[in-house]
């Protein structure tokens, strides 16, 4: 498998694999996949300021991103850095299908203010990529999988950062 390849689907796998390995509490098993969530992100940028959410969603989501009722949150975290942010959200479901999510998303994220700008498969993994029109600094990535008996989602996104000059 090629470098580039293993990065598109690394985190994929890495949700999938705390989803069968960690049985023992929907707690547990969020803090531990919002710990890798942390590393995957911190490798890109080592002077990051990072932070984790043990429960509920980032605040960091646009308001109008859209939700889907039968997805569990597994975890999220997020780097800052001066100029962008970060962002890497799991869940899973063990009532919809990966093909189903993807329709539903593909659907959503075409419609204003959203924009798919590319939505390819690699490796058994849908990928819809997308940007926010209204926002046009804020980007993101959706992989969408079917492990066994559970679909996967992650998103990454990225926003870039306005610096305030002091209004000069």
Known sequence: MTRLSLM???PVLMVAGLAAACQNSDDEERLAAQRL???YLLQSDRTAISDVRVQGMVDELPPSFPEHEQLDLLGSAFTDTETR???????QSDDEHADDLFSWYRSRLDTDPWRVTA??????????TFRDADNPAFRGELRI???????????????TL???DGGA
């Not at 942010?85 to 869940?91: D, P, Q, V, Y």
């Not at 939505?119 to 819809?128: K, L, M, N, S």
């Open 37 to 39: 969530f942390r590393s």
């Open 162 to 164: 306005t610096v305030d």
């Open 119 to 128: 939505d390819p498969q690699r490796a058994g993994v849908d990928f819809i």
């Open 145 to 159: 999988s079917q492990e066994g008996d559970r679909a996967i989602v992650v998103l990454i996104a990225v926003e």
């Open 85 to 91: 942010r970060e962002l890497i959200i799991g869940w």
């Open 8 to 10: 598109l689907v690394l």
